[in-house]
């Protein structure tokens, strides 16, 4: 769905920090304004997704609602590292960056986790999920919205070498990646009864989760960022 633009931005192992003449104040504030966009957003996400999910019985919608949640908790933590810097320079946003780089690397291994104990207990069950129209929507809307927010982060994040924003980014992403498989489960459940596809999609991703968890908690890589 993001298509090669966006993975070519995961092939490069580290990110170098912009030239000296670059102005990093209007970035920060940009990328203010983008963890706002994603606070607003995500509230009504979760809220939508976890209560369809339980209305429905739908164990994907509810983990597309946690995944909402861990958003929230990505772009607190984004907002607090990026003030350390707007109000006492980048000198001193370096500890703020390692800090804010492993709990977010936490967060990708903890919605890894809690994904691939859902898409297996589903697949022992073999039980499927109601359709969710409320569901369906927010799912579908989210697609197009997590595409534009993950370019802009990871724009903004290669700039200014933060490996923590390009780690939110990467939830961004991969929170497009579950919009997506959302809504072609939801859909697939409704007009086949194919169960099994919204976990067989939700395992294909934990891999990519697992590969950007452990570079954000990478000693090396956030030393590299920083230096």
């Given at each position: ?5 966006m993975?070519d ?18 970035l920060?504030r ?12 995500m509230?009504?996400?979760a809220?939508v ?5 339980i209305?429905?019985g ?21 907002m607090w ?16 960056e390692r ?9 990708l291994?903890l919605?890894?986790a ?6 297996m207990w589903?697949?022992w069950?073999?039980?499927?999920e ?7 929507i927010?799912?579908?809307v989210?697609?197009?919205?997590m ?8 724009g ?8 923590a ?9 991969t929170c497009?990646?579950?919009s ?26 934990v ?6 968890g452990?570079?954000a908690?990478s ?9």
């Amino acid at each position: 769905m993001y298509g090669s633009r966006m993975t070519d931005h995961h092939a490069q192992p580290a990110l170098d920090l912009p030239p000296r003449s670059t102005p990093r104040v209007p970035l920060i504030r940009e990328a203010f304004w983008l963890e706002w966009l994603t606070i607003g957003w995500m509230t009504v996400e979760a809220i939508v997704a976890i209560t369809a999910g339980i209305a429905a019985g739908s164990l994907v919608l509810i983990a597309f609602g946690l995944d909402s949640v861990l958003e929230l908790a990505s772009a607190g933590i984004l907002m607090w590292r990026l003030s350390v810097e707007l109000r006492r320079g980048e000198k001193f946003s370096e500890s703020a960056e390692r800090v804010a780089s492993r709990i977010g690397g936490s967060l990708l291994f903890l919605l890894a986790a809690y994904l691939t104990v859902s898409a297996m207990w589903r697949l022992w069950s073999g039980t499927g999920e109601e359709f969710s129209w409320p569901g369906f929507i927010v799912a579908l809307v989210a697609i197009p919205a997590m595409r534009y927010l993950a370019r802009r982060k990871l724009g903004i994040a290669e700039k200014i070498g933060s490996r923590a924003l390009r780690a939110d980014a990467v939830e961004a992403i991969t929170c497009g990646w579950l919009s997506f498989v959302v809504v072609v489960s939801l859909a697939l459940q409704w007009l086949t009864g194919a169960w099994w596809i919204d976990s067989i999609g939700a395992l294909a991703i934990v891999w990519f989760l697992i590969k950007e968890g452990r570079e954000a908690w990478s000693e090396d890589d956030c030393s590299a960022c920083c230096s």
